[in-house]
């Protein structure tokens, strides 16, 4: 099996348990959003932060008509909140998990939902005003590959939007649903490979502290108090924060950007 097969493998697994955890699901205010999101001093909740992680990255794009691609759109959440913006009928979404896209199509009703690889895009060259991908394209093998992808069916002028995790060495070469092909050790690095891969006016910003540390301490106060009020078990608490707690080694930068396919 290719390290891309045992990734997008360990990925169906891990993701479509989470999608059975009625916690999970409660935790983000019974939405289907799954990312850390962005946070403010006026944020309430996760939902919320996730609602505003969203329109940080829509600033992004200037120009919202004409079709946009949501890549690697998990439950459909992200998805819906664009068909705020975009008729349904310009919006495609893709995932690599059949079971997330049965989510999907309920949450987007009237969106083109494909099954398909960030890294191997089955649209033709030049097709897309504008692409978005959140929190995903660290699990794409490659990054680079998924660049360039996503560069070949823009169209000229538009722009690839997303955030991304940044992990220590370490953390991509013994995660499982990471690369070490994917390492990179700063935002400066990050800029520089989306411009090798050919974008222009890239921008690259560090919300570490207004993304994943803010939903660090939102996660564990949530779980801590729903503990504490007895409505889970210890055994059920070490489990929900076990994914967040093993994080915090590993983590070196939450970053959003974007960039923009040469006119
Ligand atoms: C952290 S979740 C983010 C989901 C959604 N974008 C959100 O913010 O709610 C990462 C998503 O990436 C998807 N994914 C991982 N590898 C992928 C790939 N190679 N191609 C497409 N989707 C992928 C997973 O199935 C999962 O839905």
Redesign the pocket.
């Known amino acids: 099996m290719s390290e891309?097969e045992s990734?997008?493998n360990y990925?169906?697994q891990r993701?479509d348990q989470l999608c059975n955890w009625q916690e999970v699901g409660s935790y983000y205010g019974d939405s289907?959003?799954?990312?850390f999101g962005y946070w403010t001093k006026d944020t309430r909740d996760q939902k919320e932060a996730?609602e505003n992680?969203m329109e940080q990255l829509m600033y992004y794009i200037p120009d919202k008509s004409g079709n946009i691609l949501?890549?690697?759109?998990?439950?459909g959440?992200?998805t819906a909140y664009l068909a705020r913006t975009y008729q349904a009928d310009n919006i495609t979404a893709?995932?690599?998990?059949e079971n997330?896209l049965v989510f999907a199509k309920k949450n987007a009703p009237g969106v083109n939902f494909q099954i398909?690889?960030?890294?191997d895009l089955k649209f033709e060259d030049n097709h897309f005003d504008n692409i978005i991908?959140?929190?995903?394209a660290f699990?794409?093998?490659t990054r680079e590959d998924?660049f360039k992808e996503a560069l070949r069916v823009l169209k000229p002028g538009g722009r690839l939007v997303l955030c991304d995790v940044l992990m220590t060495l370490d953390a991509e070469r013994r995660r499982e649903?990471r690369t070490e092909k994917n390492y990179l050790d700063d935002l400066q690095s990050y800029r520089q490979l989306m411009e090798n891969s050919g974008y222009q006016n890239v921008e690259i910003d560090d919300i570490t502290e207004q993304s994943w540390r803010q939903h660090y301490w939102y996660a564990v106060k949530y779980f801590h108090a729903q503990f504490l009020a007895g409505k889970i078990s210890e055994d059920v608490l070490i489990e929900r924060l076990r994914p967040t707690y093993s994080r915090v080694p590993d983590m070196m930068y939450y970053l959003k950007g974007a960039g923009q396919k040469p006119a």
């Open positions: 891309a990734i997008e990925i169906l993701y289907d959003f799954l990312n996730c992680l949501d890549v690697a759109c998990g439950k959440e992200t893709i995932n690599i998990s997330q398909m690889s960030a890294t991908c959140v929190e995903a699990h794409f093998c998924f649903s």
